[in-house]
């Protein structure tokens, strides 16, 4: 799965120039919490999230009244907030990819771009649906989580067990075990309740850490 099918698009920007307390309103008009920042020629130069807008304040400040206070706020662009050094990626790069860089980085969101004009943003929220997906959380069934073994042909064999139980896979992801010798799968599995799906795959699995 490729980065511009999750996507977010069509993406909302915004201009260095805009202030401060625009920005948050548009970001809070719209539910999101970042913007990419772009110049009239549609070029990246930033990327501006919900704190940065939120931390925004004048320097000196301290001895302002609340009404000076307000109007040098009002005064301050994103060009003075936003973070200048943008990680980017593009449409065919791999989800997993984009998910691995924003948590190296510590970000919640890439712009996405295509001949250098940014054309969406794939944030945090984009993979934790994508997540709900490949672990079925919407759709109704029998949840397992199993150890297999770490050799060639052992999910085959599982996902058999369930085909001959007449159980229908809805899920299936796999993860790292409890030792270099194995992997952890949990499936969810419709048509078959739980002592119906332990009973099917305890033959083909090493251990099964969880059925509900």
């Given at each position: 799965?490729?980065?511009?099918q999750?996507?977010?698009?069509?993406?909302?920007?915004?201009?260095?120039?805009?202030?401060?307390q625009?920005?948050?309103?548009?970001?809070?008009?719209?539910?999101i919490?970042?913007f990419?920042v772009?110049?009239d020629?549609?070029?990246l130069?930033g990327i501006?999230?919900?704190?940065?807008?939120?931390?925004a304040?004048?320097?000196?400040a301290t001895?302002?009244?609340?009404w000076?206070?307000?109007?040098?706020i009002?005064?301050?662009?994103v060009?003075?907030?936003?973070?200048?050094?943008?990680?980017?990626?593009t449409?065919?790069?791999p989800?997993?990819?984009?998910?691995?860089?924003?948590?190296?980085n510590?970000i919640g969101?890439?712009?996405?771009?295509?001949?250098?004009?940014?054309?969406?943003i794939?944030?945090?929220?984009?993979?934790?649906?994508?997540?709900?997906?490949?672990?079925?959380?919407r759709?109704?069934?029998?949840?397992l989580?199993?150890?297999v073994?770490?050799?060639?042909?052992?999910?085959?064999?599982?996902?058999?067990?369930v085909?001959?139980?007449?159980?229908?896979?809805?899920a299936?992801?796999?993860f790292l075990?409890?030792?270099?010798?194995?992997?952890?799968?949990t499936?969810?599995v419709?048509?078959?309740?739980g002592?119906?799906?332990?009973k099917?795959?305890?033959?083909v699995v090493?251990?099964?850490?969880d059925?509900r």
């Amino acid at each position: 799965m490729l980065v511009g099918q999750r996507m977010s698009q069509p993406v909302i920007t915004i201009h260095p120039d805009m202030a401060v307390q625009d920005a948050l309103n548009l970001m809070r008009k719209e539910n999101i919490r970042r913007f990419p920042v772009v110049t009239d020629s549609g070029a990246l130069v930033g990327i501006v999230s919900e704190r940065d807008l939120l931390h925004a304040s004048p320097s000196n400040a301290t001895s302002l009244s609340v009404w000076e206070l307000n109007y040098l706020i009002s005064k301050i662009k994103v060009a003075s907030v936003m973070s200048s050094k943008v990680v980017t990626v593009t449409e065919d790069t791999p989800v997993e990819e984009a998910a691995r860089i924003m948590a190296d980085n510590k970000i919640g969101g890439l712009p996405v771009e295509r001949d250098a004009k940014v054309v969406g943003i794939i944030t945090e929220t984009d993979l934790f649906k994508l997540f709900l997906e490949l672990l079925g959380a919407r759709e109704t069934g029998t949840r397992l989580t199993a150890l297999v073994t770490d050799v060639p042909g052992e999910l085959a064999k599982l996902t058999s067990a369930v085909r001959d139980a007449g159980g229908n896979i809805i899920a299936l992801v796999t993860f790292l075990g409890e030792t270099t010798e194995n992997r952890g799968v949990t499936l969810k599995v419709g048509r078959l309740d739980g002592p119906a799906l332990r009973k099917a795959v305890e033959p083909v699995v090493e251990k099964i850490l969880d059925v509900r």
